[in-house]
């Protein structure tokens, strides 16, 4: 069972989203095809991913992970602020995202990541080494992009112009993903209000 904490966004943030990776999509010249594009009812926020649950070895790690979500509870909401597209991997792009403001907004989200971080290690979920860097994945770029192919994908990113889309997340979620031909497919376990 693959597993991850997502903060929730409405669907007036989603909507946005889906429509700028669209916007992307299909701007002239731009390498549509070399990247597998993140579906609308797919779109997240990962605020921790767990990765893959042997749940036949570890039988109570998903009611675990659910009292440590349960500690969030009523915490608070949390502010979001897009400020732009942005490619994740340097000169070979591997992820098209939105990334977050510096500021006020993203300190509250890497303060909530680590008070879940806190109370999955109280229920005995390792800590994650991996830096926080929290974004909106738009699409995946395929791996048999050529060069042309990702110095497009990163002129177009570096041209667009700078996003002030505000949100909040006023819950986050365990979700499952599960892996298909058509890309993942995701089942909300648990939901906690902020």
Do not use: C
């Amino acid at each position: 069972m693959r597993l991850f904490v997502e903060a929730s966004l409405d669907d007036a943030t989603l909507d946005v989203a889906w429509e700028i990776s669209r916007a992307l999509r299909d701007r002239p010249g731009f390498p549509a095809s070399s990247v597998r594009w993140v579906k609308r009812d797919a779109l997240h926020l990962t605020l921790r991913f767990l990765g893959e649950v042997d749940t036949d070895r570890e039988p109570d790690h998903v009611e675990n992970v659910e009292r440590a979500l349960a500690a969030l509870a009523g915490v608070g909401s949390i502010p979001l602020q897009i400020a732009a597209l942005t490619a994740i991997g340097g000169r070979r792009p591997r992820v098209i995202a939105l990334d977050m403001r510096r500021g006020p907004a993203l300190d509250r989200q890497v303060e909530a990541r680590a008070q879940l971080d806190d109370a999955l290690e109280l229920v005995g979920v390792a800590a994650e080494q991996r830096p926080f860097r929290p974004h909106l994945t738009l699409g995946r770029v395929r791996r048999q992009a050529g060069a042309a192919e990702q110095s497009a994908i990163r002129l177009a990113i570096d041209a667009g112009p700078p996003l002030q889309i505000a949100a909040t997340v006023r819950s986050v979620a365990l979700v499952q993903s599960t892996l298909t031909a058509d890309g993942p497919q995701y089942r909300r376990l648990a939901r906690v209000e902020l």
